[in-house]
């Protein structure tokens, strides 16, 4: 699939041809483009697609890194979580001192590629809960954002209504988001998941895990021994609560990213084009009308050395750079709290206080234990013959255990109603379809691998935190990384829920399924008190990758919070939209890429809708 993108860009070097992959700014066509996209993760391709798609639009969309092509790494879903590490196509951020973790920082991956963080993340596919979107529907005033007017971008029934001011109707059928595929196994998986709710002819092919292992069995068993732990069949149903088989973006054994689904497609088409390997630098003011400023200019540059360029798009600039640049470039080109702005001598073009603010992520934390087991991925982790046997059937066949992500089974669990913690604190969480923590299960020890013994791991992810943080900047130059504050573990709340979490997965391995396979607590092997429990949660928790909220949505007359309109342009500005997981209000009780890739195809529609206004 991916070598179509490296004939298009020799193609494009050798005849200069539209709808190609450019590989610096000085190859594009002298040709006008109605819509400029920054960033191709699933908020840019998607609209890029789209706003191109069975149009006379010009498109064009900018992207900071390279194509992932040959990356064999990004395409294999097993090494899925070994993609976070400092690589080239990452742009290998790292975290604020976290008071909540003691004083520690984090590395925060974002990915620096065509396809953005699609194709170094761990692959789990889940829209989050019916909740989430109807808060999000409350929190802006547009019940276009509300779980059942989102169904078509997921499923694609017919035509949508967009509420925007007033209802329009799109003229064109939706394009759904899911095609609902086999495994690479081939397995029956009734009961696995409920296939009446997933698309069938969508771009994102969609699967139940690839590959049976011990352990499945065990966790699925748990749920009827244990009334704590209910078994969900299928937790993209809008009820995401309790135990069931993860999902994930993989189609015929490898990685469905943004660019390979949204944008390889659409790679004969003579009205898109993908610049490359070059990183926009700010936002412009092209003009103003009846007071506001029109942002309708980006420049644009390959390093920091290079040449400035600068396109203007004559209808909008969509800023998909993802949670943490978008905020940098909005920040960068004068949009922002004035106060900060003019401390790095930058002129401020909208002064929009909330920028960067109420930023939101999941913490992750891993607790293993040694297992009763002939056979774990510990065994593939640590011996190079066996891994390298288990690539070349990947390779040769696309089959086997590097067909799989590494994440097995996942649950999504809610502390009970009374919980002593609600005695001082309003329950976060968007409704009782919403978990306050997850549980992911991996065959393996997460971490270096030991050189002995075999491994179940439990992550206990807090997905519903109450702390916010920021992303903000300290220097005027888009060269210079943002400052990323993620709040990790800054509230009582928070801190309370990860305690409980680990104290959840410990009674869930002590149900009869899992009597004779648990030998030992590996990790944390001495901690029992809360207080232990909750140090070791500040000594070793880290992130989940899903940064949210920088950029949020909030309703059209209101002042005291937001960044973006419920349609997504920028307050106080025309032509300029954020399209990302930055808009999010909250951070949903999910995996994030899903809900990306749903916003985006909403947000395609009403740019479309915008046009024809």
Excluded at 129 to 157: C, E, N
Aim: hydrophobic share 40%.
């Amino acid at each position: 699939m991916r070598l179509l993108l490296s004939l298009l860009y020799a193609a494009s070097a050798l005849c200069g041809a539209y709808a190609a992959i450019y590989t610096d700014p000085s190859q594009l066509p002298d040709r006008q483009y109605d819509y400029v996209v920054v960033g191709a993760g699933p908020g840019g391709s998607v609209v890029a697609r789209r706003l191109a798609e069975n149009s006379t639009a010009n498109v064009l969309i900018i992207e900071a890194g390279g194509l992932p092509d040959d990356i064999e790494d990004i395409a294999i879903p097993y090494l899925g979580l070994t993609l976070g590490a400092p690589r080239p196509w990452n742009w290998n951020y790292t975290t604020a001192a976290q008071t909540g973790l003691n004083g520690r920082s984090v590395v925060y991956p974002r990915g620096k590629i065509l396809g953005g963080s699609s194709c170094i993340n761990g692959i789990v596919w889940t829209r989050g809960s019916k909740d989430d979107f109807d808060r999000f529907a409350r929190v802006t005033g547009d019940d276009g954002w509300s779980w059942d007017s989102l169904q078509p971008y997921m499923l694609g029934v017919g035509h949508v209504i967009i509420l925007l001011m007033s209802p329009l109707e799109v003229a064109e059928p939706i394009l759904k988001v899911e095609q609902l595929v086999p495994t690479s196994d081939g397995r029956d998986t009734d009961g696995e998941l409920v296939a009446s709710i997933h698309g069938t002819s969508g771009l994102v092919g969609i699967s139940s895990q690839n590959v049976l292992t011990d352990i499945d069995g065990r966790v699925i068993n748990t749920t009827s021994e244990l009334s704590e732990f209910p078994f969900n069949e299928d937790m993209n149903s809008g009820n995401t609560i309790g135990i069931g088989w993860g999902q994930y973006a993989i189609r015929n054994g490898s990685r469905q990213d943004a660019a390979n689904t949204y944008l390889e497609p659409a790679s004969n088409w003579d009205n898109l084009d993908v610049l490359i390997n070059t990183q926009v630098i700010k936002v412009l003011q092209t003009g103003e009308e009846d007071g506001v400023p029109i942002i309708n200019g980006v420049q644009f540059a390959p390093n920091s050395s290079s040449s400035v360029y600068t396109v203007n798009a004559t209808k909008e600039v969509i800023l998909s750079a993802g949670s943490i640049n978008s905020p940098q470039l909005l920040l960068l080109s004068g949009i922002g709290p004035t106060a900060e702005l003019s401390s790095l001598n930058i002129s401020t073009v909208v002064d929009l206080p909330y920028v960067g603010s109420n930023f939101q992520d999941h913490v992750l934390l891993v607790n293993s234990w040694e297992v009763n087991s002939n056979f774990t991925w510990d065994d593939i982790n640590r011996n190079t013959t066996l891994y390298a046997e288990k690539q070349e059937e990947w390779e040769n066949s696309r089959k086997g255990t590097f067909t799989a992500a590494e994440s097995l089974q996942i649950g999504w669990l809610r502390l009970p109603e009374n919980d002593t913690i609600f005695e001082t604190v309003q329950d976060p969480s968007a409704g009782s379809t919403s978990g306050h923590y997850e549980f992911v299960f991996v065959d393996n020890f997460v971490g270096t691998t030991p050189s002995t013994g075999r491994f179940l791991s439990i992550t206990t992810n807090l997905v519903t935190p109450t702390s916010r943080g920021s992303v903000t900047i300290n220097s005027s130059s888009p060269w210079d990384p943002p400052v990323i504050d993620p709040a990790f573990l800054n509230s009582d709340f928070d801190i309370h829920t990860i305690v409980e979490s680990i104290k959840a997965a410990r009674r869930y391995l002590a149900s009869p399924s899992f009597s004779d396979y648990i030998i030992d607590t590996a990790i944390p092997a001495n901690a029992t008190t809360d207080d232990e429990l909750a140090q070791f949660a500040r000594n070793n928790a880290g992130t989940v990758y899903h940064p949210t909220s920088s950029t949020s949505m909030s309703a059209w007359n209101d002042t005291t919070s937001g960044v973006v309109n419920p349609d997504l342009t920028v307050k106080g500005t025309k032509g300029l939209r954020v399209v990302d997981a930055g808009v999010l209000p909250y951070v949903p009780a999910a995996h994030t890429q899903a809900s990306v890739y749903i916003i985006a195809e909403r947000a395609a529609d009403l740019i479309k809708a915008a046009a024809r206004a």
